[in-house]
């Protein structure tokens, strides 16, 4: 089945939105690895319903007007990935989690590390918010999007917190 794609210009890039029709496939940065998320075919698609919602989404978090995400998505991974994918949706808008607390959410307690490597192949940044995972004194590890726009995406989710509409 081939995907459909937009661009979404944002605040920290431009972002290319893939979507099958069971949900949002992955979100990607403009410089990113095609080995961390591997998709296959893609065609451009304005009028996409799941790219529509996403796009919508999107624009009203950066607007600093939602705080949870509600397009379906469609995470493609292995089983654990999938899991440590679907904890990262647990973490509320302007908190942080280490890698320890994750991984300890899904009983690995001693999965620090793997969940680390999952986190890094997460396909849906942002929405599935791998920004908010930090090491366990607090200091900001490796994202997909580099690691000032993770903190960017973490500032601007306090702010937002701090001044509400």
Known sequence: ???AHIIFPSPV????????YAGLVAIL?????????????RTASSDHPILEAARAQ?????????QTFTVP???????FQRTIWAALLA???????SYGDIAHAV???TASRAVGAANGRNPI??????????????????FAGGVETKRWLLDFERKALENPE
Not at 58 to 66: E, K, M
Not at 91 to 97: K, L, Q
Not at 126 to 131: E, N
């Open 29 to 41: 940065w403009e410089d990113d690895d095609p080995a961390r998320v591997r998709l296959g075919a």
């Open 125 to 142: 940044s942002i929405i599935a918010p791998c920004h908010r995972v930090v090491g366990a004194n607090g200091a900001l590890t490796g």
């Open 1 to 3: 089945m081939t995907l």
């Open 107 to 109: 009983g690995r307690p």
């Open 73 to 79: 998505l469609d995470f493609r991974g292995t089983a």
């Open 58 to 66: 999107l624009t009203d978090y950066f607007a600093g007007r939602l």
């Open 13 to 20: 890039g431009e972002l290319t939105l893939v979507a099958s």
């Open 91 to 97: 973490i509320p808008f302007g908190e942080t989690r």
